[in-house]
Every structure is written in C-alpha cells, then in structure tokens.
Nanobody, 123 residues
Framework: QVHLVESGGGLVQPGGSLTLSCAAS????????MSWFRQVPGKEREGIAS????????SYADSVKGRFTISRDNGKNTVILQMTGLKSEDTGVYYC????????????????WGQGTEVTVSS
C-alpha cells in the first residue's frame, strides 16, 4: 500500500524558516519525480518545487525560487523542502506528490499524494 506522509508544518513568523519532510513507502521511490505543492482555500493546488527521480535536476516556481530548496534521499525514501525567508503568502497546506512522468505538467499527472501539512506564516 502506498503512503506519503508529510511532516514539519506549523506556525512561523515572517522571515523565518521551516523544513518539511515527506516519507514514502509502498512504491519504487527512486523511479518517481517528487514534488511539493501548495494549496490555499479557493485556489488550485500549485506546484512549487520538483526533483527528478535521480535527484539530478530540480525546478521551482518563481514565487519560491531562491528561498526554497528541495532535496531527496533515495536510500531513505524521503523528500525534503527547506523553506527560508518565509512570507505570509507562503501560508497554505503543503502536499507531497509522486509522479511516474519525468516532466509532469500538472497535478493531474501525479500518481500519489500525501495528506498534507499546514504552514502558517504570521506574526
């Protein structure tokens, strides 16, 4: 059975940092592109960071480029999102997703999802 379990969310002040983790099981982790998505009420799930199966390439949404870093450990089946310089607009529920596609074009091309972890950036 496939499981993606996110952790690390919470309340943080603007300018602060937070690290999210996603633990995967039940599928061949090192064959899948892994990504972090963010969703706020009333809006679609937005892809913010992605890492290839081999970890050789990463991509970021413009809104987080230079502030967030995605990484993965294929030996531990985990993917990490390090977030720095947090802003109020980073508030949302963060989801970990796994895609069989090498270059997924949207949330519809993801096979597995976690339950999400909430991040609130507020003073």
């Amino acid at each position: 059975q496939v499981h993606l379990v996110e952790s690390g969310g919470g309340l943080v002040q603007p300018g602060g940092s937070l690290t999210l983790s996603c633990a995967a099981s039940g599928f061949t982790f090192n064959h899948y592109t892994m990504s972090w998505f963010r969703q706020v009420p009333g809006k679609e799930r937005e892809g913010i960071a992605s890492i290839s199966a081999s970890a050789h390439s990463t991509s970021y949404a413009d809104s987080v480029k230079g502030r967030f870093t995605i990484s993965r450990d294929n030996g531990k089946n985990t993917v990490i999102l390090q977030m720095t310089g947090l802003k109020s607009e980073d508030t949302g529920v963060y989801y970990c997703g796994a895609s069989w596609y090498g270059d997924p074009r949207g949330a519809h091309e993801y096979d597995y999802w976690g339950q999400g972890t909430e991040v609130t950036v507020s003073s």
